[in-house]
T-cell receptor, first 113, second 114 residues
C-alpha cells in the first residue's frame, strides 16, 4: 500500500525567508502526488499536483514542488514566504484504483514577522 | 460554482449519544468521500461513494459508523454510539473523475465527544 511521510511536524520561519517542507512517498508503479494546504478552521485546498510530465510543478502563489523518483520525494518549496502562508500543509498520494488519497501527518508552517 | 457544503460546522455531544453530519458535494461530482481528521494527524478516508454505491469502506468502524448517499447527491455520516476517540474533524470531499482527479473539500464538522 502507498504511504507518505512528512519529515517535519513544525517549521518556523521568518517572513521573506525561503522554506522547504519535506515529503517522501513509498515507491509504486504509478505515482500521483499532491500538496494540500489547510488554513485555520477551513477545509483543505489543493496547492499543486504531479500526475505526469514535467517533474517541477508550480502553484499560483509562488510554491513549487519537484517530483524526484530516485529519492522518492516531493518536497515543497517557496523562495520567500509571507505571513499569510501560515497554515498546515499536507502531502498526499493516490492509492488503489478509486482515487483514494493517503495523507501524511502534516507540517505546520509558522511564518513570523 | 458552489463548493462542498457541510453542516453542522461544530457539534458537542456526550459519549454514547448519536450524531449525524450532512454533506452536499459540488454539482455533478460522482465521487464523494468522508475523511476523519484527528488533531495532529492527516485526514484518513472513512468511506468513498461512486454515485450511490460504496467503493471503499475498509476503514469505517462499521459497528458504530454508517453512511449513505441517496440519489447519488447528498450524503450523511452517522455515529451511534459515539466514543471519546471519535472527537475529530469530519471532512467531506467530492471529485468528478477517478484516477488522479482533484478532490474538493468542504470546511469540515468539528466533533467534540465529552
Amino acid at each position: 500500500a502507498q504511504s507518505v511521510t512528512q519529515l517535519d511536524s513544525q517549521v518556523p520561519v521568518f517572513e521573506e525567508a525561503p522554506v522547504e517542507l519535506r515529503c517522501n512517498y513509498s515507491s509504486s508503479v504509478s505515482v500521483y502526488l499532491f500538496w494540500y494546504v489547510q488554513y485555520p478552521n477551513q477545509g483543505l485546498q489543493l496547492l499543486l499536483k504531479y500526475l505526469s510530465g514535467s517533474t517541477l510543478v508550480k502553484s499560483i502563489n509562488g510554491f513549487e514542488a519537484e517530483f524526484n523518483k530516485s529519492q522518492t520525494s516531493f518536497h515543497l518549496r517557496k523562495p520567500s514566504v509571507h505571513i499569510s502562508d501560515t497554515a498546515e500543509y499536507f502531502c498526499a498520494t493516490v492509492s488503489g484504483g478509486y482515487n483514494k488519497l493517503i495523507f501524511g501527518a502534516g507540517t505546520r508552517l509558522a511564518v513570523h514577522p | 460554482e458552489a463548493g462542498v457544503a457541510q453542516s453542522p460546522r461544530y457539534k458537542i455531544i456526550e459519549k454514547r449519544q448519536s450524531v449525524a453530519f450532512w454533506c452536499n458535494p459540488i454539482s455533478g461530482h460522482a465521487t464523494l468521500y468522508w475523511y476523519q481528521q484527528i488533531l495532529g494527524q492527516g485526514p484518513k478516508l472513512l468511506i468513498q461513494f461512486q454515485n450511490n454505491g460504496v467503493v471503499d469502506d475498509s476503514q469505517l468502524p462499521k459497528d458504530r459508523f454508517s453512511a449513505e448517499r441517496l440519489k447519488g447527491v447528498d450524503s450523511t455520516l452517522k455515529i451511534q454510539p459515539a466514543k471519546l476517540e471519535d472527537s475529530a474533524v469530519y471532512l467531506c470531499a467530492s471529485s468528478s473523475v477517478t484516477g488522479g482527479g482533484e478532490q474538493y473539500f468542504g470546511p469540515g464538522t468539528r466533533l467534540t465527544v465529552t
